[in-house]
């Protein structure tokens, strides 16, 4: 069991338990940012800053200043690196975003 436990994501049950990881684990950040990354700007009513804004996949390069900034903003202890990387090599207007997680100081990558 975690020391400070909290839900891991995707939620899953694991015998008759949530998943959970660390608090102040990379994974632990890795969670939040996912988090963060999963909701668009304005769908949480209690913090509407919360998420990300559309992105158009269609300009390529993709512009990933306000991914950036939102990760910065909602995990501060997250050093993140997001990167645009093709998705299909036959669909040259796809595109797959990657962010690899460090904790602040740290070598420990998710």
């Known amino acids: ?3 400070v ?3 891991s994501l995707p939620l899953r049950v694991i015998g008759q338990t949530f ?3 660390d608090q102040d684990t990379v994974d632990e950040l890795a969670n939040n940012i996912k988090a963060v990354t999963s909701f668009a700007q304005g769908q949480r009513a209690d913090d509407m800053r919360f998420g990300i ?3 158009p996949f269609d300009n390529r390069p993709l512009n990933l200043d306000d991914l950036n900034t939102t990760i910065a903003i909602y995990e501060p202890r997250a050093d993140a690196t997001v990167s645009e990387a093709p998705y299909d ?3 040259p207007t796809a ?3 990657s962010i690899a ?5 740290d070598e ?3």
């Open 5 to 7: 436990p909290h839900l």
């Open 108 to 110: 420990q990558e998710v």
């Open 89 to 91: 090599p036959n669909d």
């Open 101 to 105: 997680v460090t904790m602040a100081g």
């Open 95 to 97: 595109a797959r975003v």
């Open 1 to 3: 069991m975690a020391d």
């Open 53 to 55: 804004l559309p992105m």
């Open 19 to 21: 998943a959970v990881v």
